[in-house]
């Protein structure tokens, strides 16, 4: 089991800069791929970024070049640094954790991101 924590959401402008950090319960997240994942009211959950344990990162055309997912194993934490905020970015970001070794997934409860002037 891996609890995920997520955390710097809030009410930015656009074209500001947030960035999110997703702390895992456990010690062992290098053994994981992790992602983050965005949902807006009444829309289905849409992957924003994800990264291997090897380090591997993927984006969608949405957010690249705006968006970098990053890990600190030794922090147990995954990032993710949003600039050039826009509007249609706003959601809620969830983290999620795919285990390399049972491929279980594992969800944090997500931080609410509003752009909006």
């Known amino acids: 089991q891996v609890q995920l924590v997520e955390s710097g959401g809030g009410l930015v402008q656009p074209g500001e800069s947030l960035r999110l950090s997703c702390v895992a319960s456990r010690s062992d997240i290098s053994n994981y791929s992790m992602g983050w994942y965005r949902q807006a009211p009444g829309k289905q959950r849409d992957v924003v970024a994800t990264i291997t344990s090897g380090g591997k990162t993927i984006y969608p055309d949405s957010v690249k070049g705006r968006f970098t997912i990053s890990r600190d194993n030794a922090k147990n934490t995954v990032y993710l640094q949003m600039n050039s905020l826009k509007p249609e970015d706003t959601a809620v970001y969830s983290c999620?954790?795919?285990?390399?070794?049972?491929?279980?997934?594992?969800w944090g409860q997500g931080t609410q991101v509003t752009v909006s002037s």
């Open positions: 999620k954790a795919r285990s390399r070794i049972t491929g279980t997934d594992y």
